[in-house]
């Protein structure tokens, strides 16, 4: 059987007397696009934070290629976190730096890399986006469909193995909103990165996504396939998907 590239097995998460994640198990496969799905405000991007180390579970581990991430040594727990990289939710660009600056920012804090080799990637990076000659502009000048172009090549500038979309539509009118949808899926094909995306958008994302996992009262109640969930006879998963459940989708996005 494959080996998932990141797992969580039984992992606990609570804030005070929160409790948010309540013994999550999740497989994330190499090469795919997984989907995190569910309710506003029940932990997918607690659960996002927990992937890239921003958050440690209270109970339980999550291994990465079979290993468990916490018994790594410092330096090996470094080098997984290197190939990560992640979208945040509202772009979080830079305002006060060029889109330049913005993208070119991730290679510099790396260190060691040449001036004219973080020059090159930046600008081919851009140009692969359809941004080049924008180099010198700065975010408030940009439409929100440039911005999430712009965020989209600063996450990938460092060519990592894993990329983590905290909402990455958020904000977007419909018709922006699917030609971010579309540039995820044209690019993870393009650079062959694994992607987690948390998502309210039901069901655009069964569209780009090989896997969903549906997050829900603080475990993962179902993983499979787009076309899986779709035939999940579960009544909670059907009432989601179908937006029976009037909190289930096109709700303001929260930490959820």
């Known amino acids: 059987m494959k080996v998932p590239l990141i797992e969580f097995n039984q992992v606990f998460k609570r804030f005070g007397d929160n409790a948010v994640l309540k013994g999550v198990d999740l497989s994330i496969y190499q090469g795919q696009v997984t989907a995190i799905i569910g309710k506003s405000g029940i932990g997918k991007s607690v659960l996002l934070k927990h992937i890239i180390g921003l958050l440690e579970p209270d109970q339980g581990e999550i291994r990465f290629q079979g290993q468990a991430i916490n018994a790594m040594p410092a ?3 470094r080098a997984v976190k290197m190939k990560f990289s992640y979208m945040f939710q509202g772009t979080a660009l830079f305002d006060s730096m060029t889109v330049y600056e913005n993208v070119a920012l991730p290679l510099k804090e790396k260190g060691r890399i040449p001036y004219r080799e973080i020059q090159r990637r930046v600008r081919e990076k851009l140009a692969q986006l359809d941004l080049a000659g924008i180099e010198d502009k700065y975010p408030s000048q940009l439409s929100g469909g440039m911005k999430k172009r712009v965020a989209m090549a600063r ?6 193995e ?11 009118d419909p018709i922006r909103k699917n030609a971010a949808h579309a540039m995820i899926a044209q690019y993870q094909k393009t650079f062959g990165f694994t992607g987690v995306m948390v998502s309210h958008e039901i069901p655009d994302v069964f569209y780009i996504c090989q896997r969903i996992a549906m997050l829900d009262q ?4 179902f993983q499979g396939s787009p076309t899986e969930i779709q035939n999940s006879t579960e009544p909670v998963i059907r009432q989601f998907i179908r937006g029976q459940d009037p909190e289930a989708i096109n709700v303001a996005p929260s930490e959820g």
């Open 75 to 77: 330096a090996a727990r």
């Open 155 to 160: 996450a990938l500038v460092t060519n990592p």
């Open 162 to 172: 894993i990329v983590l979309f905290d909402e990455p539509t958020t904000g977007l």
């Open 218 to 221: 603080g475990r993962v109640i």
